[in-house]
């Protein structure tokens, strides 16, 4: 069982700079792959961008390429996302999620969820 903790959300204007947390619960961090997916009102979550156990692998949405970077801490069970460039269509709930998958790639699902941190960025 992972528990994941969200945090860093809030308000920025376009152009702006914010970056999450996700604390994760528990001795068994460095076995799961970890990954950010955001949701936007009226529409569907999407994959935003994951790395491998390691840390050594990364992939990321198209929509963010360039602009979001992910890393982790393995020794602190964190996971962060870094968010430069930030455009009003980054308007999201940004949520965490934890897999059991050693590599990673666009995720569908995930076994783990944290509850979700706010990010709004105002034209």
């Known amino acids: 069982q992972v528990q994941l903790v969200e945090s860093g959300g809030g308000m920025v204007q376009a152009g702006g700079s914010l970056r999450l947390s996700c604390a994760a619960s528990?001795?068994?961090?460095?076995?799961?792959?970890m990954g950010w997916f955001r949701q936007a009102p009226g529409k569907e979550r999407e994959f935003v961008v994951s790395?491998?156990?390691?840390?050594?692998?990364?992939y990321y949405a198209e929509s963010v390429k360039g602009r979001f970077t992910i890393s982790r801490d393995n020794a602190k069970n964190t996971v962060y996302l870094q968010m430069n460039s930030l455009k009003p269509e980054d308007t999201a709930v940004y949520y965490c999620a934890a897999d059991f998958r050693s590599y990673a790639s666009s995720w569908s699902n995930a076994d783990y969820w944290g509850q979700g941190t706010q990010v709004t960025v105002s034209s």
């Open positions: 790395i491998s156990r390691s840390g050594g692998d990364t």
């Open positions: 528990g001795r068994t961090f460095s076995r799961y792959a």
